[in-house]
């Protein structure tokens, strides 16, 4: 119930949630022991529901309570039930050392193990709940036996070792779940065609298209799923067919595939770097009439596709704003009265745009990548102050800094996908 409740409310406090989980579990051990009065569950509900609603009320937040707290009976209690915050898209969660955790353990281990769920769950709230129940399960079980064992730092490294595919897994499916989430799987399709275009350029849209969509589907059956096997088994599935497919066309992705355990190749080939920018002469695409018919979407991702290889430093979040901006196109002309003319009139503005657009986003991106952060900050710096004549240092300051939280967050694979978008 605390991973659960954690899950559902990421931005309420300890506090909060322990409050309401108390009363969760309290009904459920009234009201479900045998002999409990038929009528326990509905009134202690009604109960819960009320107090919900009452200005003083422990219970986490929420922005639409109100709303709910106006119906009455089953209607109140069912939308009081569907209300849920947002999930985290940056993790707040930071495990602390060895040490530290073993000395918080053994002042209170009841409240060690009780914020430990909140603040891990909260965190990486879109990982499907088998897999959080299992790695909080197993991390509990790790410090309660290592804080009392005679060679703590040896137990810890073991011990973090046997749980690290577990771990990986919660980690990896939280951001995977979130873009499920925040895009849907046919925008995440072309989110994983874009990854592989830029880790293996040389490979057709024919190779890759299919591993897209095997990876989206393999994620929109898993991750609402409470079946503790459906990720690890389905992923492997899918990682053995990306092997079969590829790893003769490319050497990293041989290297990746050379493990025994699918999950750990999966994490190899999904932490692959872009590669090198291809030597091959950019031709200008046009958007033609071909993307309003049946198969209109897929269009719009062999468009993407292209691009992602022509320019494999360009991270998610562009791609993704292009990505969408074809969408509209396909929204307003398809249904034009003249479609041919509302594509000509979106391909000159898209045309104009595009390169600038692209241009900067390797430039800053590729600056990022490539050198250490004092330096990327200084070039930053440097870059802004030659287009900036006019400006305040002030301003000018202020800018650098936001450029280079963006391109910390936003340059790198696996970036916080609605964050992004908006910083983009």
Request: hydrophobic fraction near 30%; include cysteine.
């Amino acid at each position: 119930t605390m991973v659960a409740t954690s899950t559902k409310y990421s931005n309420a406090t300890f506090e909060e949630i322990s409050h309401l989980v108390g009363e969760i579990v309290s009904l459920a051990e009234t009201c479900c022991a045998e002999g409990a009065d038929p009528s326990c569950y509905d009134t202690r509900s009604s109960a819960l529901s009320a107090k919900s609603c009452s200005d003083s009320s422990p219970f986490p937040s929420h922005p639409g309570t109100a709303g709910c707290c106006a119906h009455e009976g089953l209607e109140q209690k069912l939308c009081l039930a569907a209300l849920k915050h947002p999930p985290q898209e940056l993790p707040q969660y930071l495990q602390p050392s060895n040490e530290e955790l073993c000395q918080a353990f053994k002042k209170d281990p009841k409240d060690f193990a009780d914020r430990f769920l909140h603040e891990y769950s909260s965190s990486y709230g879109q990982a499907p709940l088998p897999l959080l129940l299992g790695s909080t399960t197993t991390f509990l079980s790790m410090v309660s036996t290592c804080c009392v064992s005679p060679a703590p730092n040896t137990c810890f490294l073991k011990e973090k070792l046997e749980r690290k595919t577990l771990s990986l897994l919660t980690l990896m499916s939280n951001r995977a779940c979130s873009r499920l989430a925040v895009y849907g799987k046919d925008k995440v399709t072309a989110s994983y065609l874009s990854s592989l275009a830029q880790k293996i350029p040389s490979a057709s849209f024919e190779d890759l298209y299919p591993l897209a969509e095997d990876a989206a589907e393999v994620f929109s059956q898993c991750c609402d799923s409470v079946d503790e096997d459906c990720l690890p088994k389905k992923l492997s599935a899918h990682t053995a067919k990306t092997c079969r497919a590829l790893m003769g066309q490319d050497e990293r992705f041989a290297t990746c595939c050379q493990g025994n355990n699918l999950v750990q190749n999966y994490f190899c080939i999904s932490a692959l770097p872009p590669a090198p920018i291809p030597a091959q002469p950019v031709v200008q695409k046009r958007i033609n009439s071909q993307i309003c018919n049946e198969e209109g979407t897929h269009h719009t991702k062999r468009y993407l596709f292209e691009l992602a290889q022509e320019h494999p430093s360009i991270p998610e979040a562009f791609l993704n704003n292009l990505y969408d901006t074809l969408e509209k196109v396909r929204e307003e002309c398809c249904t034009s009265k003249d479609t041919s003319a509302c594509l000509h009139s979106k391909q000159l503005q898209i045309g104009q745009g595009l390169p600038r657009f692209l241009e900067k986003a390797d430039q800053l991106c590729g600056w990022y990548n490539q050198l250490n952060f004092l330096n990327f900050k200084k070039r930053l710096r440097e870059s802004l102050a030659q287009t900036m004549l006019e400006g305040s240092p002030e301003l000018l300051g202020k800018l650098v800094e936001q450029r280079a939280h963006f391109a910390s967050t936003c340059c790198s694979q696996n970036s916080p996908p609605l964050y992004c978008a908006a910083k983009v």
